[in-house]
């Protein structure tokens, strides 16, 4: 009998794509060639199940178009990628790739919030770029970390995760805002304090944004938000561009409405808003807060259990709509 197909939209390690081998006939994209949307539903032609990365987008012209899909698994916590509703209404199941990722994505957070509070990336390109003359009492000197107050929007895993970090390693008073508040047992496991989304916005020294992306959380931090922000602030965004109003960030901290920001993730990625290139006070960095060897392997391996489970008849283990 032959096996069914599936197909594998970015470049991915070999051992998963052996191992998906075993039951399947896979096509592949090792090139990692970016495809356009008819490229891409072309090559899904006849596929039943389909290993997306988090940037293909499932939508109903996708569906419409390819008939025979069954499953789409991403390897990412976040699906924004997914049009879930008309997923259901094709009958076709979506995962995604939660938990795996947790801990390596909430020590990037607190890395980008440190390099970014501390000056640590301007810092640097000072002393390459051969400025560095002379030692001065106040040269780079930026926000306190121990001791400060952390926000966190969105207490999910990731959030939780955060809090965690902030609170026992380095003794932060930390708040946080959620759709809806943890229960008292997780509140005092991460040491953090439920406020509304205006006292969060006054209150934290470092703002860490890890909410997920949808349309009732586009431009959670826009220009109405940014100037309730203490002017010493540091706004870290490792959820999804579009959480944040990159123009009006940028116009923000230009203005020194905010101090600085750390940003993993933008509006319309892999493209960067010129002005947040321009600016001094802002942390760049592509898209990365999962990226150790190990975590990707995890999260690309659950991904292919998916797969493997429900082509097998059986549940998935982190199905979104089933
Ligand atoms: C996720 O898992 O959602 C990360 O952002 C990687 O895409």
Request: proline content about 4%.
């Amino acid at each position: 009998m032959s096996k069914p197909r599936i197909l594998i939209a970015r470049a991915v390690f070999p051992e998963v794509i052996e191992r998906l081998s075993q039951y399947f006939e896979v096509q592949t994209n090792q090139a990692d060639e970016i495809w356009s949307k008819a490229e891409f539903i072309a090559r899904l032609q006849g596929q039943v199940g389909v290993f997306t990365t988090g940037g293909e987008r499932i939508d109903a012209e996708v569906l419409a178009a390819c008939p025979a899909l069954k499953i789409c698994a991403n390897m990412a916590v976040g699906y924004n990628n997914f049009d879930l509703n008309a997923m259901s209404k094709a009958g076709v199941l979506a995962t995604n790739a939660p938990d795996v990722l947790t801990e390596t994505t909430a020590d990037f957070g607190f890395a980008l919030l440190m390099a970014t509070a501390r000056r640590i990336t301007e810092s640097e390109h000072f002393l390459r770029a051969g400025k560095w003359t002379k030692w001065g009492v106040d040269m780079f000197a930026g926000a306190e970390i121990h001791g400060s107050t952390l926000g966190i929007l969105g207490m999910g895993r990731i959030g939780q995760g955060i809090a965690k970090r902030g609170a026992l390693g380095f003794g932060m008073n930390v708040i946080y805002h959620n759709r809806s508040r943890l229960d008292a047992g997780l509140e005092a496991e991460c040491k953090a304090k439920y406020v509304s989304k205006e006292q969060l916005l006054a209150s934290a020294d470092h703002l860490v944004l890890v909410l997920p992306y949808s349309a009732s959380s586009h431009h959670s931090i826009g220009a109405a938000e940014l100037t309730q922000m203490k002017p010493t602030a540091t706004l870290i965004n490792i959820a999804r561009g579009g959480i944040v109003d990159d123009a009006a960030l940028a116009a923000a901290l230009r203005d020194k409405c905010i101090a600085a920001a750390g940003l993993d993730v933008f509006e319309g990625e892999p493209a960067v808003h010129p002005d947040l290139l321009n600016l001094p006070n802002v942390v760049l960095t592509p898209h990365i807060a999962s990226a150790t060897l190990p975590t990707r392997l995890a999260m690309c391996n659950l991904a292919a259990d998916n797969l493997i489970a429900f082509l097998q008849g059986k549940p998935a283990l982190t199905p979104l709509n089933a």
